[in-house]
Each structure stands twice: as C-alpha cells, then as structure tokens.
C-alpha cells in the first residue's frame, strides 16, 4: 500500500505541475488548446509543445536508465548529441547523391559514434568506478571541439529535400515528423523493456550491487549496457536535432540539453541516487519542462530572466518531491481524515491495548 502511494505521488506532482502551466496559459488567452492546419500540417501550442520536446524526451528515457543502475548522470549526452549528428552531417555531404538510403546509412554510423561513446563512458564508470559525472566531464568539456573539427571548422548546411522532411513534415502527413520519431522510439523502448530483464537488472543494480551480485548480475555490463544505450539516444536526438535546424552548429546544437533531461528525470519522481524508475514519469518531466519554458516565454519573459525563473521554479519543485515533503503530505492527509470522519488511526500495538481495555471495561460492568 506504501508503494502503491508513492507511486501515485509520483505521478501526480508532475501532472499536477503540468495542470497549472496549462491553466496559467489559459488565464493568459483561451484559445491556448487552438490547432490550425498550415499547408497540410498540424500547428498550434500542443503541437508546437510535442515538436519542441522530442530531442528532450529521448535523452530523458535514456539518463532515466543510466540513473537508475549507476546512481549517477551523464552531463555530456548534449555533447554527444552534437558530435553524432556532426559525423551525420559530414556522411551525407560527403555522399555523391542524397538518397533515403543515403540518409539512413548515415544515420546508423551516428549511432554506431553513439555506442562508442556510450561505451566510453560506461567503461570509466563500470569498470574504473569513476564517479559518473567526473567521468562524463571529460567528453563535456572537449566533445564540442571535437564537433568543431569533424564539420572541419564550418557550419555545414544540410539543403536537400529528404532531411527537410524529416525534421519539419512529410507531405500528406498532418503531424510532424520529429514528433511521429519520438512515439516510435517510445513504443521500440517500451518493448524493450518488456520483452527484456533489462528493468528489473538495472534497479537491481541501482539498489544494491552486491545482492544483485549475488543473484547472478553482473553489475559491470549493466551499467555499461546502460550507457551504451544513452549513446544510441544521444544519436537519436542529435539526428532529430540537426534536421530540425537544416544546419550543423556544433556550439549552440542542444546546448545544457542536458540538465534539463537530468531535470526531466528528477521531476518524473525518479531517485537521482539510482533505483526504481518510471519512464512515464520522465517523459512526463520532459514535457513539463518543454511547456515551462514556452509558459514563460509567452508571458514574455526576457530570454536571461527565463533562466531565473526556472531555477526558483526548480527549486520549489524539487522541495516537494522530496522525502520530506511526502512524509509531510502523508501527515497532514491522515490528519484531515481523522477530522472529517472522527476516526483516528492507531497503530496495532495501541489497537490491541485499547481492545483489551474494552474486553476489561465490559467484564468489570457484568461483575457490578
């Protein structure tokens, strides 16, 4: 019953945060839920909502894994992100003609850079037990030079026909293809945690490594398929990212991404410390993060001030996801109905003393 409450706080407090951004916009202007069709494809806030969170829900979904089983995050996936689509890039201009071919061959190697990071990371966590954000700050300080020299010192435009379609929209197709991407990924990641023990292994690590030692897991590929697998989502939303914008900009291509998919993950109600974890949560997290920063936008906040809001926003937020905040809630929840129902919970030692003083009280008046 404890878990089953957690859980359902869980879910709720990213809901309920996503209620009043959504209420705040509608106090702002009715027509907030409005959708046009512009030359045959789907706009309006919720859209435009699910188009702009696409690169952030994949990376979230992927730092949910490696938090839950190292206890720890990875602060380069934006880097990693960068460096991938960057080898994208460079593949398809490198190529002769640009086919749909061309584009998925060229994205497979991108995700191929993506597993070599992922599995340079997780070899520096897993196996020399270096502490996951030290380790990761090695590829966050120099992967965007390396970005740099892979577009070789250019800002490479992507002009061709398929690419465009895929980061803005297929004709005959009324939803964009970046959100259409992200479904996909969700429903292929879904199954694979259904399909595999990948979920119960990770937690099992997360929580304690020698009892899932002890039970036949090996702590170290864990962990190292974990950040194997942030790799491929670092490629994902790299390739998502880069054909949104038409061009490669190894500085500012999801630039801080990254803390807020550490953002998205905490806000799901995902323990930062490893662990259990809900992907919906971070998904989500990821959404509620997206819809913030258009909420502020709209209220037209200045661009730098954004970022002080947010953080007094964060810290409001995180004060209430906390075990403290829980324990509070819990409290004053069962206080509240004791008072409407004049019923008092009491604990079972208590009840076992009150109902041998009521067995006491009733013997005494049949002896009087």
Known sequence: MNKMKIRNYQAFLPLLVL???????????????????????????????????????????????????????????????????????????????????????????????GIAIGAFNGTLVAIFNVQPMVATLILFTAGRSIAFLIDGRLSP??????????????PGV???????????????????????????????????????????????????????????????AGFIAVTKAGRHDSVNLLRFIEMDAILAVAIGGNALSGGKFSITGSVIGAYTIEVLNRTLLRLEVGTETIKAFKAVFIIILMIFASPVARGTAAKAAQWIRARFTGIVRLPASKKAEASEGSKADVSVEKEV
């Not at 839950?68 to 960068?82: F, K, L, N, P």
């Not at 435009?157 to 297929?170: D, E, F, P």
């Open 19 to 113: 209620a009043i951004l959504i209420l705040i916009n509608l106090l702002k202007g009715a027509d907030y839920f409005s959708i046009s069709i512009i030359n045959g494809a789907l706009y309006g806030n919720i859209p435009n909502i699910l188009f702009g969170a696409s690169e952030l829900v994949i990376l979230a979904i992927g730092m949910t894994l490696v938090t839950s089983s190292s206890g720890g995050q990875d602060i380069s996936v934006g880097v990693a992100a960068t460096i991938t689509s960057s080898v994208f890039v460079r593949v398809v201009l490198n190529a002769h003609e640009v086919t749909l071919m061309t584009v998925l061959g060229a994205f497979l190697v991108s995700c191929l850079v």
């Open 157 to 170: 435009i992507l002009a061709n026909r398929i690419t465009n379609q895929i980061g803005s929209v297929i």
């Open 174 to 236: 009324p939803v964009q293809t970046p959100i259409l991407l992200t479904v996909v990924f969700i429903l292929l990641f879904s199954i694979l945690l259904k399909i595999t023990n990948l979920k119960l292994y990770a937690q099992c690590v997360g929580i304690n490594q020698k009892a899932a030692r002890l039970n036949g897991i090996n702590p170290v590929s864990v962990k190292l398929l974990t950040y194997i697998i942030l790799g491929v989502c670092s490629a994902v």
